[in-house]
């Protein structure tokens, strides 16, 4: 079976579990689904500077937290419905990445993550300390979805719409040309430039890009959990998207996704049982990296063609020494 | 004319690396520059393509100052490079590799929903057979031999259909079959496809095998300039090149 056909029947099955999820889970269950749904577009929305654009933000929360407070303070303080909030969300979003990663897209390597995590540290602070807006560290409360979507179930399939949605236009981004001359100034900023592409606007639009999805994914959490904090702006919720990519594979396409899954499913189950669960989840991510260096699905997908490999030199070999047979 | 500089000039510290160079490129050309290491030959070009900024001094496209544009900006104009150590798109495949520039001449970067994938198909192949790729199209790029891959790049500088081809050594670090296979692509591309190639070039026997014009640089300066039956008998140029037959 070739690879891309067998990635569709894991696709097939991921749905059938997804969309079935609600009808045998217990409601634990559904409500830690959502929390994996809601990173793993975090962390998608992360890998498409990653992986796509060969950049590494630091300060990638930042997004995630506007998004949540956009959101929060929205419906909170004017009573705006949801969708809308949402929407608003993710413009507010996107602007404030226009506006940082203007000056950030003008570095390059650590720099610019230095930089991304500067302007996040500043938005935190930001956050934090205005008690008349934000509300300081003591963040806002009360913030209800509409009737509708109270029910844990049904919050689900809408999270589940709406991230399904975005990771496919994530996929046809990552597949366009655009996505392509993203791929090339990845591979060769000098060589892309040298084909006419002013590297730095599109690392600019892929900056935006990718600060609007992460800022939906902080706009679904806001009235998931009733409740913004500043930590989500934190540089600690800039850490989660990293090390959920790296863990799942960064040089896949659904690594984030797995990487989210995983990450969210442990700690979920390790803070059940010890407060040490950052020494848990610290040594996993140590064995992950060390062991893994593709990640989870880098190196299930190596493993297989690896097999593949072996299993088309054996057939040659057995049609090999069977016409070797008939020759004699 | 095509392509001219007017004391061009570029320093680093003390050196002046590129020191006052008037050049000019006739249309129909395959030029070389040659002279000996650190005669400036590597700064002259990156500072013709705007990779490097000029301290002073003028480029003249077609009529147009190129001086002090952006590599992006001049590779639009039709002044396309490749590099001493081929720079190419490691992970892309042969094929996308070259699509990755055609997308970008024909302004099709900026479709964020579209599939790349069959894109401008026949562009990009007719490229490859052109170059001698095409049955490595889906081969990826990092997996080439030393002369596909410059090869692949002068693909990749083909998919802007420049009219100014600048290559950077074309054929260091080649076999003598790859060499003489360099040689003749280039010729090919002059004289079926009008382009025009500026070339530096350390084998003398590729230089004076195919170059109809040769531009001499010692020292950031040009020290000699013409055909190569005349820049052969330059004393100068013996001089430089003390020892060695041209």
């Known amino acids: 079976m070739s690879s891309s056909r067998r990635s569709r029947w894991w696709l097939i099955a991921l749905a059938v579990v997804a969309l079935a999820l609600p009808q045998f889970a217990e409601p634990i269950v559904v409500h830690t689904a959502i929390e994996i ?5 975090f962390a998608m ?4 500077l990653f992986d796509g654009a060969g950049l590494l933000t630091f300060g990638h929360g930042c997004y995630y937290g506007v998004g949540a407070y956009t959101a929060a303070l929205l419906m909170t303080e004017i009573g705006m419905p949801m969708f809308p909030a949402m929407f608003a969300a993710m413009v507010m979003g996107g602007l404030v990445a226009l ?17 991304t995590l500067a302007f996040a540290q500043l938005m935190f602070s930001v956050f934090q300390q205005s008690y008349t807006l934000t509300g300081g560290d003591l963040g806002i409360l009360d913030i209800q979805p509409p009737a509708f979507l109270v029910a844990v179930n049904n919050y689900y399939y809408f999270t589940l719409v709406m991230v399904g949605f975005s990771i496919w236009l994530l996929w046809r ?6 996505g392509r001359t993203l791929h090339a100034s990845r591979d060769s900023v000098v060589r892309t430039q040298f084909i006419g592409i002013n590297v730095r606007r599109y690392r600019l639009a892929a900056f935006v ?37 790296l863990l799942g594979g960064a040089g896949t396409f659904w690594g984030p996704v797995v990487g989210a899954a995983v990450f969210t499913t442990l700690h979920e189950v390790a803070i059940g049982y010890t407060t040490y669960w950052l020494l848990l989840m610290g040594s996993i991510l140590l064995v992950g990296v060390l062991f893994l260096p593709g990640g989870i699905l880098g190196f299930l997908e190596e493993r297989s063609r690896r097999v593949a490999a072996a299993r088309r030199t054996r057939m040659t070999e057995a049609r090999g020494a069977s016409s070797n047979a008939s020759a004699d | 004319m095509l392509l001219r500089t007017q004391a061009l000039t570029k320093a680093f510290g003390s050196l002046r690396a590129v020191d006052g160079v008037d050049l000019v490129v006739q249309p129909a050309s395959l030029h070389a520059i040659i002279g000996p290491n650190g005669a400036g030959k590597s700064t002259f070009f990156n500072v013709l393509t705007g990779f490097l900024p000029a301290d002073s001094g003028s480029v003249i496209f077609k009529d147009q100052d190129i001086t002090r544009l952006p590599p992006h900006v001049i590779s639009r104009r039709g002044v396309v490079r490749a590099f001493q150590r081929a720079n190419i798109f490691q992970t892309f495949t042969v094929f996308e590799n070259v699509q990755a520039s055609i997308l970008s001449r024909k302004g099709k970067t900026w479709n964020l929903f579209g599939l790349a994938a069959g894109m401008l198909r026949e562009d990009t192949l007719r490229i490859l057979e052109t170059l001698g790729l095409a049955d490595q199209a889906d081969v990826r790029a990092g997996h080439l ?17 420049p009219e100014l081809l600048l290559l950077d050594e074309p054929t260091a670090g080649m076999s003598p079959e790859e060499t003489a296979a360099q040689a003749a692509l280039m010729q090919k591309l002059v004289a079926e496809q009008g382009l025009n190639i500026l070339f530096t070039e350390h084998d003398m026997e590729v230089v004076f095998g195919i170059a109809k014009s040769i531009t001499v640089m010692h020292q950031g300066r040009v020290i000699a300039d013409g055909r190569p039956n005349e820049v052969r008998r330059d004393r100068h140029v013996q001089a430089v090149y003390l020892g060695e037959e041209l």
């Open chain 1, 45 to 48: 929305s992360f890998n498409l």
């Open chain 1, 37 to 41: 749904l809601i990173m793993a577009l």
């Open chain 1, 173 to 178: 981004i990552l597949h366009s040309p655009f």
């Open chain 1, 209 to 245: 890009i990718a600060g609007v999805f992460a800022s939906l994914a902080g706009a679904l959490f806001a009235p998931f959990n009733r409740a913004v904090a500043p930590f989500l702006v934190s540089w600690v919720k800039s850490s989660d998207p990293v090390l959920m990519t």
């Open chain 1, 99 to 115: 506006v940082f990663g203007f000056f950030c897209v003008r570095l390059t390597g650590v720099y610019f993550s230095i930089l």
């Open chain 2, 145 to 161: 031999s030393h002369g596909d891959l410059k090869r692949l790049e002068i693909g990749i500088a083909l998919g802007m259909e």
